[in-house]
């Protein structure tokens, strides 16, 4: 099996790697378990300044970094560039806050003296896909290394420049060899990683078929497992919202990243009052969505990841367009070199449509309207996924109604869904279990050891 990145702007391939030999894998297991021993017991002070060190890496490699993401997966120069500062920025927090998020707790009790310790597992298997290949790594490394456990990152392979950019970055740092590693892995190799009794805990960010299937896995030798899955947030117009912010941020909701990803908005509900409204500026603004060269600053949306997402998701626009659906704009796929789809927008989407019913993991959007809020969170629990979710409204009412009813993991006011490290970022559902970053995250692969003093 071959790892190899495909410049999806130029359909040009960059690179391309052999998965790791058995002879490396077993080699790459003792060093994260010799590593281990000394890794756990270092001081959270000397653990943060490798930590900061890494980070500064980033930032003075911002452009060098950006630049290798836009190749490999085809994000804009600009967003990649937004993708390295919060990696550098996510290593610095908990390289600041571990020490205190892991902090043993007093509790009182009939004991003397009795508590919580926050403890390391050991080697955290990680699963990572293409669309942040640096974010979503770091976001598992950061805080699990911090802990004191060490990593094997196991990535996806259209991006394995990524993968060893983020390997040789952390041992650059100072980091001791087998604290983190990367490894080209096929998926026989994977499931036999999963049940070396060597591996602690796995994570693993992906499609919903994906976390099936190593949940399931990590489930039969009983590991601690997390699962980061796909989602079809809701983006909520209420009858109270600014349309002149709201419009332009449904947007930037749907088109981020290309629109993959995981937290992306894809289905905009919006109040019959305001339906109109809104359809109208949504698609115009959408057709005006420039996209091109991702290097270009002017380029919003890029190419997608591949050929075969780009089928992927023009098959769901044609299927629904088939079953009734309405194109606002865009669902064309352009002549040329590139795997490039436009920004595209259906309303009057059958609910048993591939738009209506699956995830759509690239720049279309779906509009539903309903008769009123209530409806509207009505509508947006039906989906099987819970990620996130957000309500745009002005009325403090609508709000909390929305923040209250909603079922997903996240829900934002006047704001798309994003990640921060103060916060619990996960979901509920096929969205999968567990969560990541604060201390949440922190604390997903510790063992959380009650201790007693008579």
């Given at each position: ?38 890794w ?8 943060g ?31 990649a ?10 290593m ?22 009795s ?19 640096l ?19 196991k ?10 950019y ?21 998926h ?32 039969a ?22 349309m ?15 629109g ?20 109208d ?36 626009v ?76 002005t ?10 009813g ?8 006047n ?9 619990p ?20 692969f510790t ?8």
């Amino acid at each position: 099996m071959s790892f190899t990145a495909i410049n999806p702007a130029t359909e040009e391939v960059i690179a391309s790697y052999e998965a790791h030999t058995p002879e490396q894998i077993e080699a790459a297991l003792a060093a994260s378990v010799s590593a281990f021993k000394s890794w756990r017991n270092t001081p959270f002070k000397d653990r943060g300044e490798l930590m900061v060190r890494a980070a500064q890496l980033l930032e003075d490699e911002l452009d060098t970094a950006a630049a290798m993401l836009t190749a490999e997966m085809g994000k804009t120069f600009t967003s990649a560039k937004g993708e390295v500062m919060k990696c550098a920025t996510t290593m610095r927090y908990y390289a600041e806050h571990a020490e205190s998020l892991l902090s043993e707790e007093i509790i009182a009790s009939p004991a003397t003296r009795s508590g919580i310790r926050y403890e390391p597992l050991g080697t955290v298997l990680a699963v990572m896909p293409w669309n942040f290949a640096l974010w979503q790594a770091v976001r598992f490394a950061a805080p699990s290394m911090m802990a004191g456990n060490v990593g094997i990152l196991k990535h996806a392979h259209n991006v394995p420049g990524s993968a060893l950019y983020l390997e040789n970055l952390f041992l650059r740092a100072g980091f001791p060899t087998g604290v983190f590693a990367n490894l080209f892995l096929g998926h026989r190799e994977l499931a036999d990683m999963i049940a070396d009794d060597r591996v602690a805990a796995v994570t693993l960010t992906g499609s919903e078929i994906a976390g099936k299937i190593v949940g399931a896995q990590a489930g039969a030798y009983l590991k601690k497992c997390v699962l980061e899955l796909g989602g079809s947030d809701a983006f909520i117009v209420a009858s109270s919202a600014d349309m002149a912010r709201t419009v332009p941020m449904a947007v930037t909701a749907r088109v981020q990243n290309n629109g993959q990803s995981c937290i992306a908005a894809k289905r905009f509900i919006v109040v019959e009052e305001r339906a109109e409204e809104f359809i109208d500026a949504f698609a115009k603004a959408m057709s005006e969505v420039v996209v091109g060269d991702p290097m270009d600053p002017k380029t919003v949306v890029g190419p997608m990841v591949n050929a075969e997402q780009r089928e992927l998701l023009h098959a769901q626009v044609q299927d629904s367009l088939e079953k009734g659906a309405v194109l606002r704009t865009g669902g064309v796929i352009p002549e040329g070199r590139g795997f490039y789809y436009p920004p595209t927008v259906l309303t009057n989407v059958p609910h048993d449509s591939r738009a209506g019913a699956e995830e759509l993991f690239g720049p279309v959007a779906v509009v539903e309207v309903v008769k009123d809020l209530a409806e509207a969170i009505e509508f947006a629990n039906s989906s099987p996924w819970g990620l996130g979710g957000s309500i745009w409204a002005t009325d403090p009412r609508e709000i909390e109604q929305a923040i209250a009813g909603v079922e997903v993991g996240m829900v934002f006011a006047n704001a798309i869904v994003a990640s921060t490290p103060e916060l619990p970022f996960g979901g509920i559902k096929r969205s999968g279990y567990g969560r990541e970053l604060s201390a949440q995250g922190i604390r997903e692969f510790t063992n959380v050891k009650t201790f007693y003093i008579a």
